[in-house]
């Protein structure tokens, strides 16, 4: 090609240039109303659990460790039911927002408690088979350690290009996220979702240092 064909291209500017988003990862944050009450309530059927059950069972806790595991049907209990109905009404906003079959619904399929004592923590795990997973934060001590959640693309994990320095990356270009725990807090997440727990490091002794929570999957059934 000749250099008057070339210039006659003009200065090889784009006319069009747009970027979208497809398979995005959705990290549900819900506040939950009536928090202080229902925490109160919630912690004394965490722990009474606990005194019931004091072995548990061991999953992404570690019991050595000094995390505790409650069993999974929770949610068959009346008494969970405060929780259980913010959750069930959760998976219902999150059914109308996906446009997810009005027949259908998201019903909780398994439900446990956990706690974290300080110098404990959870690895990573994801929750197969059901839709979403989600966790409700009950006492949350200072330093009670963050959730984890990362990047199931392990081809975008694994060959990182190199970012502006000192420069906060974009969310789009983010390989893991973490959220501090806050009582009153809901996160929902896919099940399919990597999440891990960072150790508990509060300096606080006794119940006071003790990271609860209520965790929970759902599935669409109907
Ligand atoms: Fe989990």
Request: proline residues 5%; aromatic residues 10%; hydrophobic residues 30%.
């Amino acid at each position: 090609m000749s250099g008057v064909e070339l210039n006659a291209l003009g200065d090889m500017s784009v006319d069009g240039f747009s970027g979208e988003l497809y398979f995005p990862t959705i990290v549900f944050n819900i506040a939950v109303s009536g928090k202080e009450a229902l925490n109160d309530y919630l912690l004394e059927l965490i722990y009474a659990e606990r005194e019931r059950d004091q072995k548990g069972i061991e999953r992404s806790n570690f019991r050595k460790l000094g995390s505790w595991h409650s069993h999974n049907n929770l949610h068959l209990e009346e008494a969970y039911k405060p929780l259980s109905d913010r959750v069930h009404q959760a998976g219902r906003r999150i059914s109308r927002q996906l446009g997810y079959h009005p027949d259908k619904h998201l019903q909780i399929g398994t439900m446990w408690s956990i706690i974290n004592a300080p110098g404990s923590s959870n690895k990573s795990h994801i929750h197969p088979g059901s839709h979403w997973s989600g966790v409700y934060y009950v006492h949350t001590p200072e330093s009670a350690g963050d959730i984890e959640f990362t990047d199931p693309r392990t081809s975008h994990v694994m060959n990182q290009p190199s970012f502006e320095p000192r420069k906060q990356r974009s969310k789009e270009n983010w390989t893991k996220v973490r959220f501090t725990p806050k009582a009153g807090k809901m996160l929902i997440f896919p099940s399919w979702l990597y999440h891990s727990v960072d150790p508990n490091m509060s300096d606080k002794t006794g119940k006071d240092g003790e990271r609860a929570i209520i965790s929970f999957n759902l599935s669409q059934v109907g």
